[in-house]
Nanobody
Framework: QVQFVESGGGLVQPGGSLRLSCSAS????????LGWYRQAGKYRTVVATI??????DYADSVRGRFSISRDDAKNTVSLQMNSLKPDDTAVYYC????????WGQGTQVTVSS
């Protein structure tokens, strides 16, 4: 059974930083590309991806501010978020890239003064 457990969200002021973590299980983690996604309204969009070889890609809106990383020994994927903006407010999820049908509960990130 595929499972994702996200953590690390919270309330932060504009310009601040947060580090999100995701623990995954139920699939062969180290051969998959992984991604962080966020949902602020109706749609869920991809924020950052990382391949099995460690190649990364980012949405234009977060490029240069966010950094995705993975630890295959621990089956975890992380997202370091710096210089946060109010537009980054969303529920953040991790999943495979492209995503499995099942999703975790996500972690809420709120950027507000």
């Amino acid at each position: 059974q595929v499972q994702f457990v996200e953590s690390g969200g919270g309330l932060v002021q504009p310009g601040g930083s947060l580090r999100l973590s995701c623990s995954a299980s139920g699939f062969t983690f180290n051969i998959r590309s992984l991604g962080w996604y966020r949902q602020a309204g109706k749609y869920r969009t991809v924020v950052a991806t990382i391949t099995r070889d460690g190649d990364t890609d980012y949405a234009d809106s977060v490029r240069g501010r966010f950094s995705i990383s993975r630890d295959d020994a621990k089956n975890t994927v992380s997202l370091q978020m710096n210089s946060l903006k109010p537009d980054d407010t969303a529920v953040y999820y991790c999943n495979q890239q492209p995503p499995f049908p099942s999703w975790g509960q996500g972690t809420q990130v709120t950027v507000s003064s």
